[in-house]
């Protein structure tokens, strides 16, 4: 079992060590059988470096970041480069920072999401509940953005609920979920995702990889997804890992002629 698509991948270079460059992780997605990647990075918007990639591989989605170094030009000229996905703040002083709060310039990224005039996928990053919600309720204002909730693992069950009512989608990455990250609770990938589905939220699975000591994305993906369905069944999993990831790309790249 593998993932038909990963939306949100860490390649390199970075602040970080890593696993390999944009280059790496398309060969790597070619050898697991993916479709493609969004390219997500702490440090800049990654639109640009997307269109150096071969174009015969699996495609690469470009991102732009509203971590504190973004600009509203800067923003703008990510989406002009074909950006099909607006990462909430992941950093704050310089390092990873969780329950965020909305960037100073809040109001200016947003009037530039309200005039894109193709699909946008907006993933909420580390904010916090309050910018969780300003997410959702802007893409739910906006035919051409869906609001994808990253780490959702996180989320209290009331919160689940009112932004499922808002048509967000739930991000579960197979990272975060499988260990114990610094500062946050730790989570249940299986018991995490048969709760989000049996609440009728939808679910979609990404590795959120890239680290160095990981390794190759999608060997860590493969036997991650199969401990999962090990659990809740493979239809359960083949709805996170391949249909739902597919919906969602899709929604911004158009389905293959």
Known sequence: MQLSWDLHVHPGPSSVPRWGGGAEIQAACARAGLAGFVWKS????TARVCRHLPTSGPRPIGS??????????SVRAALDDGAAWVWGPTYLDGHVGWDLPLPAMWGDFA??????????????GHLGAPGRMAFAMLAGALPHCSCSITHSLYLEMDEVAALNQLGCLFEVDLYTSTRAIHDRPRTD???????LQAAGAPVYLTTDCGQKEIGDPYIFSCGMLALIASEIGDDAVME?????????????VGRPQ
Request: aromatic content about 2%; hydrophobic content about 50%; proline content about 6%.
């Open 189 to 195: 990938a299986a018991k995490g995702i048969a709760r």
């Open 111 to 124: 009037e530039i999401i309200r005039e894109a005039a193709r699909p946008l996928v907006l993933a909420t």
């Open 42 to 45: 702490h440090e800049s918007h």
């Open 64 to 73: 732009a970041s509203l971590n504190a170094w973004a600009t509203p030009d």
């Open 240 to 252: 996170a890992a391949v249909a739902a990831p597919r919906r969602l790309a899709e929604h911004v």
